[in-house]
């Protein structure tokens, strides 16, 4: 069946590939970012939009969507599972609502729409991976919630298993947690995307710091490997893919 589609990616690419840190953390700016400018490579930076004072806090990251990269939404308040607590009455996502979860993306998303004005799409990314509310019999899925608001949500999924343009559900599209992971293993991943024409999602924390870290050097390893395949692999951000991918269903009738 998937014979009788047109090539999804650009040019001879045969694998897309998007890089996503998560949280802003410090790392990414010193590091991540100035290593992918330098690769001509642009990824995802899913930003908290937390506090009063978001807008100064966050100022450095207008620099980095003037550079291509995407700026897109991690919540205001960055709620998961309250099962990390000891504590029945904390807040997590049990006892919340879908209206509740709903006002929050509502809101971190005009406060990123304040933030970066010249950017049209921008996709989710669940806190924790987690994209429900409630427990057992009245747990709920807010991938709907997230599809309302955003062109594609990033969740996580199993490895090796990467994502087909012609099944993947945008609004909770699988990634790769790459924390710890050697160069070598990354590497690999992208070649069994370009093996099955797939769309590879890897996401990253800290680089040499704090939690979920990894190596500066893994990370270089996998960014030099992207610019040297550039005419076989396509790096873009997680919106960017998604909005081509839409463009190909439609051209496909999928
Ligand atoms: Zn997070």
Known sequence: ??????????????????LTFDDGMPSQLARAVPMLNEADLQASFYLVMRGADYLEKLAPWREVAKAGHEIGSHTVGHICSHAFRDNPAAKGLENMTLDDIEKDLVEAKSRLRQLVPDQKEMSFCYPCYMEHVGR???????????????????GKGEFPFANHPATVDLHYAWSWPAERMPGSQMV????????????????????????????ESDLRELVNYLKVNHGRVWTAPVAKVARRILDWRAANGI
């Not at 069946?1 to 998007?18: D, H, K, L, N």
């Not at 057992?136 to 990033?154: F, L, N």
């Not at 995307?193 to 680089?207: D, K, S």
Request: with cysteine; glycine share 12%.
């Open 136 to 154: 057992g019999p009245t747990r709920q899925s807010y991938v709907p919630v997230v599809a309302r608001h955003h062109i594609a949500g990033r």
């Open 1 to 18: 069946m998937p014979q009788q589609f047109t090539p999804c990616w650009p040019g001879e690419c045969r694998a897309a590939i998007s």
């Open 188 to 215: 690999g991943l992208v070649e069994a995307c370009v093996a099955g024409n797939r769309w590879g999602i890897l996401t990253f924390h800290g680089i040499q710091e704090g939690h979920l870290s990894v190596a």
